[in-house]
């Protein structure tokens, strides 16, 4: 097992040339957000606008509208009812499922069109609410994606795998994933205090950072948009979604230092400037 250093975010954070425009660093649709759990897309979006995604889309449910746009103006929406949503899956980068999704039957016919639309060149970074409805029905997975990021915690995990928080050993969940996905891109973020991430191909990391301030609703809705806006402009590479997870707990850590409770909206906030400073490191 590899420990994560910051020598990972020198690494995957690079200067942005002069001569680039929002083409450059990817677009992303995060698709989640019922009635209920609005708050949850918005923080998502946040970490993917925040992480410096070139282009981000949301699909929600159109009671979020106002809310989406007051806290993000930088997101375009779409109502994910509408029929247009097929095709603009087809356009993406990236795609981050399942903050907030909610286990509906309308849920479940966006994880049909997610699968069916998506393709080679794009990952899907799914989370939470869609974890859970794939654990029901395992043919939600969007398996013809290139690239394949689950982000569960312990519990979600257990609901997938079937395999219950005291026996995630590293070998059991290496196994579990490559039998949930055989012979496929797919890594496995599994998060906890110690966030492991298993690469699909027998490697596993760890996160040495990160803090119990952190255990907020929302937090875990925020590394995803974090991943997804990684991903969206530093590739795909097993590289980029350690770097995403370290800057998450990083900023965590830094925000610790004088609060008590950390808010994922202030992890996104203070992205930015961390980014910057690694990028001059690079
Ligand atoms: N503001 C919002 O709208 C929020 C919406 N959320 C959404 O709510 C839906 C349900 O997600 P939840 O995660 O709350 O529900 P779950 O029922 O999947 O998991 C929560 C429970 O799992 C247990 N658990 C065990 N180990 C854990 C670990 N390492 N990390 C976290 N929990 C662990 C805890 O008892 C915890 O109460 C998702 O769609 C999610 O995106 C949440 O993300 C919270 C914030
Ligand atoms: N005690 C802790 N120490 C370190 N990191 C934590 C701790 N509690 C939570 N986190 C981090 O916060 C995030 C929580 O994710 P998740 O449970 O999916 O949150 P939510 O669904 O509410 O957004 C994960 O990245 C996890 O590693
Ligand atoms: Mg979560």
Not at 120 to 128: C, R
Not at 239 to 261: C, E, M, P
């Amino acid at each position: 097992m590899t420990e994560i250093t910051e020598a990972i975010l020198k690494k995957v954070i690079t200067k942005r040339s002069s001569d680039t425009h929002k083409g450059d660093y990817g677009r992303i649709l995060l698709i989640g957000g019922s009635e209920n759990y609005g708050g949850a897309i918005i923080m998502s979006t946040s970490g993917a606008v925040n992480s410096g995604a070139g282009l981000t889309a949301v699909a929600t449910h159109p009671v979020n509208l106002t809310a989406l746009h007051a806290r993000l103006p930088e997101a375009m929406f779409i109502d994910w009812r509408d029929a247009k949503l097929a095709n603009l899956i087809k356009n993406m980068d990236v795609v981050v499922c399942g903050p907030g999704l909610g286990m509906s039957d309308l849920a479940k016919q966006i994880m049909v069109i997610l699968r069916r639309c998506t393709s080679e060149k794009q990952t899907v970074v799914l989370d939470a609410s869609a974890l859970d409805l794939i654990s029901e029905d395992k043919s939600l997975l969007p398996t013809n994606a290139g690239h394949l990021i689950l982000t569960p915690h312990q519990m979600e995990w257990q609901r997938l795998s079937q395999i219950r928080i005291p026996f995630q050993t590293d070998s059991a969940n290496i196994d579990a994933l490559n039998q949930l996905i055989p012979d496929s891109n797919a890594m496995l973020v599994l998060k906890s205090n110690h966030t492991h991430i298993y690469d699909g191909k027998g490697q596993v990391f760890v996160n040495p950072l990160g803090n119990p301030g952190m255990a907020t609703g929302g937090m875990g809705d925020t590394l995803a948009g974090i991943i997804g806006g990684f991903v969206a402009q530093f590739g795909p590479s097993v590289d980029t979604v350690l770097a995403a997870v370290y800057i998450h707990s990083l900023a965590g850590d830094l925000i610790n230092k004088d609060n008590y409770v950390v808010k994922p909206t202030e992890v996104s906030k203070v992205l930015p400037k961390l980014m910057k400073k690694y990028s001059e490191l690079s």
